[in-house]
């Protein structure tokens, strides 16, 4: 079987999974399922580019992740001019301070000889710019909590149009993608995983913890869909009513199957493009020199190659379109809730998971092992109690088998890790391996 009717074929199979799970249980449910997969996919594409294209261990996935989700919030929500007038430029120029306090003291390492007196002269510099940091910043802060904290008591956002926020979703995480790859990808891959893994969690306490940002814990709700409409108002539509009707489903049904299928035709399109684009890159003599040094940096380097150069172009571009996803994912649900980032299972394990099924280096693979192990991920939640429940049928009623039904949901865990082990038996470079 060549790879081409293989790829096809893996596809059609996942297709008729999901019509199989629209006909026996809803269509409600096989949308939702499709959907996540697709912003998966997406994410599943931007790892893909950083481990399949250059080897690069990310496992701060989610931190990226929720950077594209906090874009979208800053740059779409209304602006908040209280929040302004109180004390939101008073915290940008203490970021920007601290920013050059930093910068300043990494000029004076490098400038002056190591030593005490090195040591000496920035821990002075870092103590007394904490201290004046500290002094502009935290009263500002206090003061944009302070403005109507039981509905906002944020910076507020720009009030710009929607799909503007997904460019600059990825442009915020490349940008912090950026500033990581610069004194990270020096180290082996092993310490790179930890770092990144360190630094992802550090961007989810920040988000979790500074209200005047995001709201923190306290979530950021209605944020708009564009150009996806609500189910409400669409129930008050004449002609959906009529519609719906004339097909004889319920108009609430109706209306949310109708807009999971907007919502599945805009992350389809944009992951087409996104996957074009990244096919594009791979078969360029970019793509080529990146595999190249993937295979074997040695070599790569003894012929002229920038080996951490690539290694920051790729970092950064594959950081970007998992930021894009971020901003998706937070459009779909119509809620930024930063402690929902703090899963480094959903959001940075299991998207390895898709990237090894599907085929580690394949971009077509990346996405059919999303929307596979995305499926498993919801389908367990759902069909998990009712199979328990079979298997548990000749045990009798206790309080072991109500326990059992009870967590049946757990075993999404070892159903991934079981069709990942198989998987790898029978085709050890993914379903659809590299070329």
């Not at 992740?65 to 908040?80: E, H, M, Y």
């Not at 710009?160 to 082996?188: D, E, F, H, Q, Y």
């Amino acid at each position: 079987m060549t790879p081409s009717i293989r790829a096809l074929v893996v596809f059609i199979g996942v297709g008729l999974v999901y019509l199989i799970v629209g006909f026996t249980q809803s269509w409600a449910l096989a949308v939702t399922i499709l959907n996540d997969g697709l912003i998966v996919a997406i994410m599943a594409l931007g790892v893909n580019m950083q481990w399949g294209y250059a080897g690069l261990f990310n496992v701060g996935v989610a931190g990226f992740f929720g950077l594209g989700g906090l874009a979208l919030v800053l740059i779409t929500n209304p602006p908040a001019p209280g929040a302004w007038a109180a004390g939101t430029p008073r915290i940008l120029g203490s970021l920007l301070f601290g920013a050059v306090v930093i910068w300043g003291a990494l000029r004076l390492y490098r400038a002056m000889e190591p030593g005490r007196k090195r040591a000496l002269s920035m821990g002075a510099l870092l103590l007394v710019g904490l201290i004046l940091f500290r002094m502009g910043y935290d009263p500002a802060v206090n003061s944009v909590e302070a403005v109507t904290p039981a509905s906002t008591g944020n910076i507020g956002g720009l009030g710009l149009p929607i799909p503007v926020s997904w460019l600059l979703g990825g442009v915020l995480a490349a940008g912090a993608a950026w500033a990581i790859a610069k004194t990270a990808l020096g180290l082996r891959s092993d310490y790179l995983a930890i770092a990144t893994l360190g630094i992802g969690q550090i961007v989810i306490a920040v988000l979790m913890n500074e209200d005047w940002l995001d709201r923190g814990v306290k979530n950021i709700i209605n944020i708009g869909r564009w150009p996806v409409p609500h189910e409400v108002n669409l129930q008050k539509q004449q002609w959906f009513i009529h519609l719906a009707q004339s097909w004889g489903i319920d108009v609430r049904t109706a209306s949310t199957v109708f807009v999971g299928i907007c919502f599945a035709v805009v992350f389809t399109c944009i992951l087409l493009v996104l996957l074009t684009l990244a096919e594009l890159s791979l078969k360029s003599p970019w793509g080529r020199m990146m595999r190249a040094i993937r295979d074997n940096e040695i070599a790569a380097e003894a012929m002229g190659k920038d080996v951490k150069r690539r290694h920051l172009q790729v970092f950064v571009l594959g950081s970007a379109v998992i930021g894009i996803a971020g901003a998706l994912y937070v459009m779909l649900h119509g809620l930024m809730a930063p402690q929902s980032y703090n899963d480094p299972l959903r959001y940075t394990f299991l998207i390895w998971a898709m990237v090894i099924l599907g085929g580690s280096g394949n971009n077509w693979g990346s996405v059919a092992g999303a929307l596979i192990v995305m499926l498993l991920w919801d389908e367990a939640e759902s069909v998990g109690p009712a199979i328990l429940g079979f298997l548990t049928s000749p045990l009798p009623a206790g309080l072991i088998k109500q326990h059992l039904i009870d967590n049946a949901v757990q075993m999404r865990l070892p159903v991934v890790g079981a069709v990942l082990l198989l998987v790898l038996r029978f085709s050890p470079k993914g379903l659809i391996p590299e070329k």
